[in-house]
């Protein structure tokens, strides 16, 4: 489909998935990618705005490796910046990313956004991040990716989903 086609789509499926599951806007929170927002980003911020509007929320993903201006960070409806991994990998004996890192923190505490990092394995990575104000990290030092089943363990929760395992 051509952008113009699949907007539309998107923002409908959104609202009735939303409506038919009785789920409250601001418990989802679409990730998307630098590129992803560049490909049409007039047409997207259309979207995004509504669907901000709507209380949705809304996150940059693998921030740092794209080709995006920093004029975008103020004028799209963003709540989260999530740092990619390329940058944590490192942090601890590269300097440069390191530095990339906290600047990014930096940048977005002041636009009042939310920083998640990417990719931490290691309990000095995270040690960094804390230090620097990293607002949340995801990765291996957490957990590595897991089914549904063995999350809803994980946080001791009922699983109810579609593929709950069979007694047997």
Do not use: W
């Not at 990619?84 to 990313?97: N, S, Y």
């Not at 990293?134 to 001791?156: H, I, N, T, W």
Request: net charge negative; proline share 7%.
């Amino acid at each position: 489909r051509n952008g113009e086609s699949a907007v539309p789509s998107l923002e409908t499926a959104i609202r009735h998935s939303l409506e038919e599951h009785s789920v409250p806007p601001d418990l989802l929170e679409l990730e998307l990618t630098e590129s992803t927002l560049m490909q049409h980003a007039e047409q997207t911020l259309g979207l995004l705005r509504r669907l901000r509007a709507l209380g949705v929320r809304i996150s940059i993903d693998d921030f740092g490796t794209g080709y995006s201006s920093l004029a975008y960070l103020k004028r799209f409806p963003i709540n989260t910046i999530k740092v990619d991994q390329a940058f944590i990998r490192d942090i601890t004996h590269d300097p440069d990313d390191a530095a990339i890192t906290v600047a990014i923190v930096s940048l977005a505490h002041s636009l009042k956004l939310d920083v998640v990092a990417e990719g931490v394995e290691t309990p000095a990575q995270m040690d960094f991040l804390r230090t620097h104000g990293c607002d949340k990290a995801q990765g291996y030092l957490m957990a590595r990716p897991m089914p549904a089943p063995s999350v809803a363990s994980l946080l001791r929760l009922p699983y109810v989903g579609s593929h709950e395992p069979k007694a047997g």
